[in-house]
């Protein structure tokens, strides 16, 4: 079994800062890309970011220098630092990866459970 468990969301002040974390878990050999997205209620979940396992970076133009996308592979484990947060920014954050290789090397999607921003004063 494979997970992705999140962490670091919560409650800030609009032009405050957050920073979410996202970890694998369980039967993981190999994670591939590592991405984050993010749902408000009514709305399509979009693309926040992602990154490859070289470091390669890619941003929604709504969040572009404010947002920034890490990673450990060591630690199979993605970030988030959120700058300068907007009450636009109020979402569920869900991480995501596309291409997780497992001890059996079969490959899974995994999606994690979601995490609660909400920028607002």
């Known amino acids: 079994q494979v997970q992705l468990v999140e962490s670091g969301g919560g409650l800030v002040q609009p032009g405050g800062s957050l920073r979410l974390s996202c970890a694998a878990s369980g039967s993981v050999f190999s994670v591939g890309v590592m991405g984050w997205y993010r749902q408000t209620p009514g709305k399509e979940r979009e693309l926040v970011a992602t990154i490859t396992n070289d470091g390669t970076t890619n941003y929604a133009e709504s969040v572009k220098g404010r947002f920034t996308i890490s990673r450990e592979n060591a630690k199979k484990t993605a970030y988030l630092q959120m700058n300068s947060l907007k009450p636009e920014d109020t979402a569920v954050y869900y991480c995501?990866?596309?291409?997780?290789?497992?001890?059996?090397?079969?490959?899974?999607?995994?999606w994690g459970q979601g995490t609660l921003v909400t920028v607002s004063s």
């Open positions: 995501n990866a596309p291409s997780v290789t497992t001890l059996y090397f079969t490959k899974l999607e995994v």
